[in-house]
Structure formats: C-alpha cells, structure tokens
C-alpha cells in the first residue's frame, strides 16, 4: 500500500513537500513514479526515480520540482518549489515493485489515493 501526505494549500512562489510511504512491502530496490491529475485533465507524469537513486523529471517541472528517497524510512518524497496555479492538481505515486522506470501512467500498477495540493493567493 502506497500513502501520499504533505499536500495543502500554497501561495504561488511557495514550497511543499510530498512523501510516499510504502506499508507492507519494501519498495527501496524499486522504482517509484510521481504524477499529477487536475480537474478535467488526464493524470501526467511528473518525477521518477530508479533503485539507483537516478533521477527523471517532465519538462515543465525540471528545475522546480526534487525526487528523493529515504530507504530507511521506505518513503520517496518529491520537493516542489517555485510553485505557479497550473501546479494545482491530485498527486499520486506510483510504482511496479520492480526496477523498471515509466512515463507513462498505464504501465504502473500500484498507487496511493493521491493528495491536494492547490496553489492559490
């Protein structure tokens, strides 16, 4: 089971940090995918990491956006700063339980419930 937290309600120009903690199973050798859903849009890629720490990000977040992972807490985090309104969306992680990294959110099986993050003045 994957459990997103760290969502909320931002200025834009402002900072959150999301975690993604795996419960039940250990996905530290594996990769783990981010991604984000707003209203009326299909769910996009957003931030990857490998078992290897290696890291990948969309365009439009590159520079803005940090993955990150913490074997020994289970749990990848993904660090978004600079936050701008298009930011406002559902963020979900994502992984296989295997080392293959995707872009695409058909090819992951395993999701948390995804949390808010609204960036508004």
């Known amino acids: 089971q994957l459990v997103e937290s760290g969502g909320g309600l931002v200025q834009p120009g402002g900072s959150l940090r999301l975690s993604c903690a795996a419960s039940?199973?250990?996905?530290?050798?594996?990769?783990v995918g981010w991604f984000r859903q707003a209203p009326g849009k299909e769910r996009e890629f957003v931030a990857a990491?490998?078992?290897?720490?290696?890291?990948y990000y969309a365009d439009s977040v590159k520079g803005r956006f940090a993955i990150s992972r913490d074997n020994a807490k289970n749990t990848v985090y993904l660090q978004i700063n600079s936050l701008k309104p298009e930011d406002t969306a559902v963020y979900y992680c994502?992984?296989?339980?295997?080392?293959?990294?995707?872009?695409?959110?058909?090819?992951?099986?395993?999701w948390g419930q995804g949390t808010q993050v609204t960036v508004s003045a």
């Open positions: 039940g199973r250990t996905f530290s050798n594996y990769a």
């Open positions: 994502a992984t296989n339980y295997n080392t293959l990294v995707f872009r695409a959110p058909n090819d992951y099986r395993y």
């Open positions: 990491i490998n078992w290897s720490a290696i890291t």
